[in-house]
């Protein structure tokens, strides 16, 4: 374990933060705190204000700091008056924030080169009073005190430099991977790095675990981790089984064969048009992209719409006849549903296969369906009435360009988005992708584990 113990000693030196980022980071604090305070004084109630999160209990990594101030309200503030007081406070605070959604709105932006969250919430004592989802952040932060320390504090920055590197961290949706409060717990529970990268090497799915060992709710998930504040909730909810299988994959690589790759993500380049075409050519299928405007919502309500509407479509073309080998979606200023067919053109007839003879009322409806149509039969193959039928559409191309489209299960926004305006690519078009997507094909071309 020589070579193991060398790397999270060249780990550790690299996550944990530089004496002058620490002092960067309290001084920034004491501000917020200060201009909190003034901002709220004038109110005709008393709030409390709260240094949470991965800086407020040392649990950050070395380079990447978010400040989140929360503003604790009564909880006799109406829900409208904890928003618009929230909003006016958090732009007093940060003049140059922008809003984002959480439960309810708050103020995003920078300060002192940092990233800050102002964010409004209710103060509770217990989950069970809670009014919305971040009132628990506060009991978060509680119950984290209580149980760091400097060394599982270290730890818990190495396991977050891990995740990191195995491309899981972030329980955003797009990300669907480990929150930073889930990558805390986890070590706490098995009391040190080396002792995580073994339980989850061994995981066999679906995983629960469970620090108070009293919860009595199941949820279908890969991996459940009981929230010891609220007993209710899934701390691992977001995770998907995915990204669960990279975790044991990579955990049982470092094991294996320790290197210190694993913990930093591999840097992707972008793809050319002629490294393009050569994949093209050298897989023989025939890709067709989907392209259209992004809608103007935030990441957490785009990515589960676009994945809904990949799947959505890729389910429709499978029972239309297409074979899709793969399929992936891209997004930036545009979205991109990218479809890899084994062929765009299909035989313009299908078997159809009708009732068994044995079944004679179910039969006879069946032939005076297809009798005098353009089908093919009906005949008999074996004990059945068989019909080759006419497709609608034996042209991927034909169908994406279609109004069929929009009977497949999409998102609203995505919907609208190509209600106004989409366009397919294909063969040589698909050139015209990588100028804005070379990164996102280049991975596509490049599948690594």
């Known amino acids: 374990m020589m070579q193991f113990d060398s790397i999270l000693a060249s780990v550790r030196e690299q996550v944990v933060p530089t004496p002058s980022e620490r002092k960067k980071l309290d001084d920034t604090v004491k501000e917020l705190q200060l201009l909190s305070q003034q901002v709220t004084s004038d109110l005709h109630f008393k709030t409390h204000i709260l240094h949470l999160g991965s800086t407020s209990r040392d649990t950050w990594l070395r380079g990447d700091i978010d400040i989140d101030i929360f503003i604790q309200f009564p909880r006799s503030t109406s829900k409208q008056d904890l928003e618009n007081y929230g909003l006016e406070i958090g732009h007093k605070i940060l003049p140059d924030g922008h809003e984002e959604y959480a439960d309810h709105p708050y103020v995003k932006g920078t300060f002192n080169g940092f990233k800050i969250d102002i964010v409004p919430c209710y103060a509770i004592t217990s989950a069970t009073d809670l009014i919305s989802a971040v009132d628990r952040t506060p009991l978060h932060g509680a119950y984290l005190s209580n149980q760091l320390s400097e060394e599982l504090s270290t730890e818990i920055r190495i396991l977050k430099q891990f995740f990191k590197g195995c491309g899981v961290y972030g329980s955003d949706l797009k990300t669907q991977g480990v929150s930073g409060y889930l990558s805390e717990l986890i070590v706490i529970l098995f009391g040190s790095f080396e002792n995580t990268i073994e339980e989850m ?122 074979n899709i080998i793969r399929c992936d979606v891209f997004s930036n200023s545009n979205s991109v549903f990218f479809f890899e067919f084994s062929s765009i053109e299909i035989p313009s007839i299908e078997r159809h296969d009708g009732p068994p003879l044995s079944s004679q009322p179910h039969a006879s409806a069946f032939i005076d369906k297809y009798t005098k149509t353009d089908a093919y ?44 305006h989409y366009d397919v690519l294909s063969e040589s078009e698909l050139l015209n992708l990588t100028t804005n997507f070379g990164t996102h094909l280049h991975s596509y071309f490049n599948p690594t584990l």
């Open 201 to 322: 090497s061994k995981w066999v799915v679906p995983v629960r675990l469970d620090l108070n060992g009293l919860s009595k709710h199941f949820f279908e998930s890969p991996l459940t981790f009981i929230d010891p504040v609220d007993p209710s909730r899934n701390v691992a909810a977001a995770l998907s089984p995915a990204n669960l299988s990279r975790i044991q994959h990579y955990s049982r690589e470092l094991l294996s064969r320790p290197r210190i790759e694993l913990f930093y993500p591999l840097s992707m380049g972008s793809i050319t048009n002629d490294e393009l075409q050569a994949h093209l050519i050298n897989r023989g299928t025939s890709p067709v992209a989907i392209i259209f405007p992004t809608p103007n919502i935030t990441e957490d309500e785009l990515y589960p719409q676009l994945q809904k509407s990949l799947s959505g479509i890729s389910d429709l073309l499978t029972r239309q006849g297409f």
């Open 377 to 420: 039969g009906p005949f008999i193959d074996s004990d059945h009435y068989i019909v080759e039928r006419f497709r609608e559409f034996n042209n991927a191309i034909t169908f994406l360009k279609s109004e069929t489209i929009f009977t497949a299960r999409i998102g609203p926004d995505i919907e609208n988005a190509l209600q106004t």
